[in-house]
């Protein structure tokens, strides 16, 4: 089980949500992939996967982008705390 904060969960959804806004841009097909994470991201127990995880930080890359949106120190503070989560044994 992952425990965020509701910031947290805030931020992973705001990256959920520009990714989405892309996949469909592009008319990918990848969106069930995306909703699944979104779906366990509101959730109060969250349970992702090493790759749901590793997806999400490459998804939080796109507030890096977004300096005036976003606080890059949240950003970066939460990228840092997921990849612990893939490195635990």
Do not use: C, H, W
Not at 9 to 29: P, S, W
């Amino acid at each position: 089980m992952i425990n965020l904060t509701k910031a947290e969960k805030d931020l992973i959804l705001a990256a959920i949500k520009i990714e989405k806004e892309v996949k469909e841009r592009f008319n990918d097909d990848e969106s069930e992939e995306i909703e699944e994470i979104e779906l366990e991201i509101t959730k109060e127990n969250i349970f992702l996967s090493r790759i749901q995880i590793d997806v999400i930080i490459y998804y939080l890359g796109a507030l890096l982008d977004r300096r005036e949106m976003f606080d890059q120190g949240d950003v970066l503070s939460l990228e840092s705390k997921l990849e612990q989560l893939i490195e635990l044994p």
